[in-house]
């Protein structure tokens, strides 16, 4: 009897995971990926086999057989890609019955709990829910020991989706909203939902039955039991359906340390006037670790909705009809003692191992890779939580997390280093890069999210040559700036320098005195580019090498020197600052100025990077966006 490896893959996890318009359906399409995949590895393990890549979580295993013990799972952890060595007893197909077994099991419950009463003057939609309840999941499985064989299985593309008519999905392009009626009147089947749903759906949704079973399942996944093929039976377990919206991440430190320093009164004063527009009840901000660590120390106080927060949310007079309330909570928000209103910006951090599959084929690493990436795994919940972040998935090599603007470089690092220290504890040497995407909470966060992989892979890892951080901000009016270094370039120690320079200029402009204190080194900052346009060489054409600077990197040091100081940094400040301190304040943010590429193949610590001899003038304007929080002042 020759042992073989089955190989298995579960998708679409764009298709299913990055169409979202909401944070929780964000979270939601990685939770339930990740359970359809758990399914998958117990229906493996039921058959006496061993899942060799990546190591089975069982705390997570256990959770799904119904045995409750220790903490409740509450993201994804479990890939959607896994192998097992297995014999002529495995069977196979049981393990793809499970999968779309347990999405019915899910599915059928929200219909049960939400739709059947309500359906039954509406035929149409059980038709429509059935066909894209069983016709969503493309499963791709294969038995060999060539490791590309399930790559090659997933290019037939034998799972064709059903042909889908009528009014669009709010939520996820191309499929048919759940009603089937015409455009003219599809309110009279979504507006009673609605109601019923409270705040879990908008006024102008319309969703298909794959976004309706992620939009309400939390509220019944407690109560998913079903017998597995394989002889096991499967459980859900309670979930929070509370999730940190944009706007939470972006206002949580701000409210953190306003609950923190302000009087009792005005505090008392702000969440009445909050609780006035905005039920607390499906508020996710009390999440997060700040504020729940703030409130914790503030006896008397409950959570509020962070949408009361922000001045574009008020002045919205369809969000906030009652005009008396608005003018109450913008009276509560002046009496403040915040000389700042909270950040419009939030960060999506996505990070992924550089070149694992090609430690993988080393037989030697076989045992210690898995190991490596549990450690890992476990280890990334508790420091996406100490830096107030929202883990939506921890697996593999991969991570996917939420967090404020002002915590998610330095989350990033830490991330790294695990991962480092992960792998140097079995004695190998495996590297990770990251992405990190800061999105004002007005833009689409599906735009957002799909962006972010191709910031991942086609800058962080090509450009840069893997073990990378890339960084792109996002505004209203679409991308903003973009910057990228190796690792190695980014950090200063565990610090990212380029936080330790925003912070710098911060704390500049608050030595500044008088109403103009920000204006004069945002004067720098804005002349910026013109300088540097100066100082860098001409641009060379495609293919040919480039042309050198026309200022040695002395020189150009000492031209923006005289610049800072021209721009207004010595008002009010004492001692002034001298030609040489400027000097030493600039330097390091020139040199994050200057793209690094890493050559991943060179093993000469001397020739590993390439350090181009233009400035780009991105890295400054990031640095100021950081120190500013994204926030421009006049």
């Given at each position: 009897m020759t042992d073989r490896t089955f190989h298995f893959t579960l998708g679409p996890v764009q298709g299913f995971v990055a169409q979202a318009r909401r944070t929780r359906d964000f979270w939601a399409g990685s939770f339930l990926l990740s359970w359809l995949a758990g399914a998958a590895m117990q229906t493996v393990i039921v058959q006496d086999r061993t899942i060799v890549f990546p190591t089975a979580d069982q705390d997570y295993l256990a959770w799904l057989r119904g045995e409750r013990k220790g903490k409740r799972p509450r993201q994804g952890g479990i890939p959607n890609r896994f192998k097992v060595t297995v014999n002529d007893q495995f069977q196979p197909a049981l393990v793809e019955q499970a999968v779309r077994k347990a999405w019915r099991a899910v599915a059928e419950k929200v219909w049960e709990k939400d739709l059947k009463r309500h359906c039954e003057r509406y035929p149409d939609s059980r038709v429509i829910w059935d066909r894209q309840i069983n016709g969503f999941w493309e499963i791709a499985w294969c038995i060999g020991d060539d490791d590309s064989l399930l790559d090659r299985r997933k290019n037939w593309r034998t799972q064709i989706p059903p042909a889908e008519a009528g009014v669009k999905c709010s939520v996820m392009a191309g499929w048919q909203e759940l009603s089937g009626l015409p455009a003219k009147t599809l309110e009279t089947f979504w507006k009673p939902l609605r109601q019923d749903c409270g705040r879990d759906f908008a006024d102008d949704e319309a969703l298909c039955a794959i976004a309706f079973v992620k939009r309400r399942f939390p509220h019944y996944f407690e109560q998913v039991e079903a017998k597995m093929p394989g002889g096991w039976t499967l459980h859900g377990w309670s979930v929070n359906p509370r999730t940190p919206s944009t706007l939470d991440l972006a206002a949580a430190p701000w409210l953190a340390q306003a609950v923190r320093h302000e009087s009792e009164a005005a505090l008392l004063r702000l969440h009445e006037a909050a609780k006035s527009l905005f039920s607390e009840g499906d508020s996710g901000i009390d999440r997060l670790r700040c504020v729940k660590d703030a409130y914790r120390e503030r006896s008397g106080l409950t959570r509020l909705n962070s949408s009361a927060l922000f001045a574009h949310v008020l002045d919205n007079k369809k969000e906030c009809p009652d005009q008396t309330a608005v003018r109450?909570?913008?009276?509560?928000l002046k009496a403040l003692q915040r000389q700042e209103s909270p950040t419009p910006f939030y960060a999506i951090l996505l990070m992924d191992g550089d070149s694992l599959g090609a430690l993988l084929r080393?037989?030697?690493?076989?045992?210690?890779?898995?190991k490596a990436l549990e450690h890992f795994t476990r280890a990334v919940p508790d420091i996406v939580d100490r830096y107030n972040g929202f883990l939506i998935y921890a697996g593999g090599d991969d991570v996917l997390a939420l967090l404020p603007l002002e915590d998610a470089l330095q989350c990033a690092a830490a991330v790294r280093q695990v991962y480092l220290d992960a792998f140097g504890a079995q004695g190998l040497q495996s590297t990770i890069s990251a992405a990190v995407e800061y999105a004002h909470v007005k833009m689409p966060l599906t735009r957002i999210?799909?962006?972010?992989h191709k910031l991942l892979d086609e800058v962080a890892k090509d450009e840069r040559g893997r073990d990378a951080l890339a960084v792109r901000v996002w505004k209203p009016g679409g991308k903003?700036?973009?910057?990228?270094?190796?690792?190695e370039w980014a950090?200063?120690?565990a610090e990212v320098k380029l936080s330790q320079l925003a912070a710098q200029f911060a704390r500049d402009d608050a030595t500044v005195k008088g109403k103009e204190a920000d204006r004069f080194s945002s004067k720098f900052f804005y002349k910026i580019r013109e300088r540097f346009d100066l100082l860098n060489p001409p641009r060379c054409k495609?293919?040919?090498p480039e042309e050198s600077a026309i200022f040695n990197e002395s020189d150009a040091l000492s031209l923006l020197a005289v610049d800072y100081l021209a721009s207004g940094v010595n008002e009010g400040r004492e001692p002034k600052l001298k030609i040489k301190d400027a000097e030493e304040i600039l330097r390091p943010l020139l040199q994050q100025c200057r793209p690094v590429t890493r050559d991943p193949e060179e093993q000469d610590?001397?020739?590993?990077?390439?350090?181009?001899?233009?400035?780009e003038v991105d890295g400054a304007l990031l640095i100021r966006f950081l120190a500013h929080k994204g926030v421009e002042r006049s």
């Amino acid at each position: 009897m020759t042992d073989r490896t089955f190989h298995f893959t579960l998708g679409p996890v764009q298709g299913f995971v990055a169409q979202a318009r909401r944070t929780r359906d964000f979270w939601a399409g990685s939770f339930l990926l990740s359970w359809l995949a758990g399914a998958a590895m117990q229906t493996v393990i039921v058959q006496d086999r061993t899942i060799v890549f990546p190591t089975a979580d069982q705390d997570y295993l256990a959770w799904l057989r119904g045995e409750r013990k220790g903490k409740r799972p509450r993201q994804g952890g479990i890939p959607n890609r896994f192998k097992v060595t297995v014999n002529d007893q495995f069977q196979p197909a049981l393990v793809e019955q499970a999968v779309r077994k347990a999405w019915r099991a899910v599915a059928e419950k929200v219909w049960e709990k939400d739709l059947k009463r309500h359906c039954e003057r509406y035929p149409d939609s059980r038709v429509i829910w059935d066909r894209q309840i069983n016709g969503f999941w493309e499963i791709a499985w294969c038995i060999g020991d060539d490791d590309s064989l399930l790559d090659r299985r997933k290019n037939w593309r034998t799972q064709i989706p059903p042909a889908e008519a009528g009014v669009k999905c709010s939520v996820m392009a191309g499929w048919q909203e759940l009603s089937g009626l015409p455009a003219k009147t599809l309110e009279t089947f979504w507006k009673p939902l609605r109601q019923d749903c409270g705040r879990d759906f908008a006024d102008d949704e319309a969703l298909c039955a794959i976004a309706f079973v992620k939009r309400r399942f939390p509220h019944y996944f407690e109560q998913v039991e079903a017998k597995m093929p394989g002889g096991w039976t499967l459980h859900g377990w309670s979930v929070n359906p509370r999730t940190p919206s944009t706007l939470d991440l972006a206002a949580a430190p701000w409210l953190a340390q306003a609950v923190r320093h302000e009087s009792e009164a005005a505090l008392l004063r702000l969440h009445e006037a909050a609780k006035s527009l905005f039920s607390e009840g499906d508020s996710g901000i009390d999440r997060l670790r700040c504020v729940k660590d703030a409130y914790r120390e503030r006896s008397g106080l409950t959570r509020l909705n962070s949408s009361a927060l922000f001045a574009h949310v008020l002045d919205n007079k369809k969000e906030c009809p009652d005009q008396t309330a608005v003018r109450e909570m913008k009276k509560a928000l002046k009496a403040l003692q915040r000389q700042e209103s909270p950040t419009p910006f939030y960060a999506i951090l996505l990070m992924d191992g550089d070149s694992l599959g090609a430690l993988l084929r080393n037989q030697d690493h076989q045992l210690k890779i898995p190991k490596a990436l549990e450690h890992f795994t476990r280890a990334v919940p508790d420091i996406v939580d100490r830096y107030n972040g929202f883990l939506i998935y921890a697996g593999g090599d991969d991570v996917l997390a939420l967090l404020p603007l002002e915590d998610a470089l330095q989350c990033a690092a830490a991330v790294r280093q695990v991962y480092l220290d992960a792998f140097g504890a079995q004695g190998l040497q495996s590297t990770i890069s990251a992405a990190v995407e800061y999105a004002h909470v007005k833009m689409p966060l599906t735009r957002i999210l799909g962006d972010a992989h191709k910031l991942l892979d086609e800058v962080a890892k090509d450009e840069r040559g893997r073990d990378a951080l890339a960084v792109r901000v996002w505004k209203p009016g679409g991308k903003a700036l973009e910057w990228a270094m190796p690792w190695e370039w980014a950090l200063d120690g565990a610090e990212v320098k380029l936080s330790q320079l925003a912070a710098q200029f911060a704390r500049d402009d608050a030595t500044v005195k008088g109403k103009e204190a920000d204006r004069f080194s945002s004067k720098f900052f804005y002349k910026i580019r013109e300088r540097f346009d100066l100082l860098n060489p001409p641009r060379c054409k495609s293919g040919q090498p480039e042309e050198s600077a026309i200022f040695n990197e002395s020189d150009a040091l000492s031209l923006l020197a005289v610049d800072y100081l021209a721009s207004g940094v010595n008002e009010g400040r004492e001692p002034k600052l001298k030609i040489k301190d400027a000097e030493e304040i600039l330097r390091p943010l020139l040199q994050q100025c200057r793209p690094v590429t890493r050559d991943p193949e060179e093993q000469d610590e001397n020739k590993k990077f390439t350090s181009s001899q233009r400035l780009e003038v991105d890295g400054a304007l990031l640095i100021r966006f950081l120190a500013h929080k994204g926030v421009e002042r006049s």
